[in-house]
């Protein structure tokens, strides 16, 4: 009889999107829009193949959720808050911290980050 000590270990198919969270002041939410952007692009830009790039802004009572359908986890955005006629009210780069919301160590998994706009 054989046994194995730490033998290969096998991952689940992968896929996955990570989630930008843009949170905001809350009277703030409901006076803006955001657009973040990174140098693939911006969430205002449909991405060629669907496949890069970010979701639509969907609000949330604390700011805004972006989805990254490319599973990428840049490290840094531009992110922009706009008045309803698209003129940009404020503009920040901000750094992300991404932590692991899913999967395992071993096969990682889809991610999460928050990042403050102050307006």
Not at 45 to 65: A, K, M, N
Not at 77 to 96: C, K, S, W, Y
């Amino acid at each position: 009889m054989l046994t194995s000590c730490g033998g290969a270990f096998a991952c689940p198919a992968i896929g996955w999107s990570n989630t930008l969270i843009v949170e905001v002041h809350e009277e703030d939410v409901a006076a803006t829009m955001v657009e973040v952007c990174d140098e693939r692009g911006c969430s205002s830009e449909p991405s060629p193949d669907g496949l890069t790039g970010f979701s639509s802004p969907q609000r949330t009572g604390e700011g805004w959720v972006l989805h990254l359908p490319d599973m990428s986890t840049p490290d840094n955005f531009i992110v922009r808050a706009l008045d309803a006629e698209g003129n940009v009210i404020r503009e920040m780069t901000v750094a992300a911290e991404w932590k692991r919301s899913g999967g395992s160590e071993q096969c990682g998994g889809p991610g999460e980050a928050r990042v403050r706009l102050v307006l």
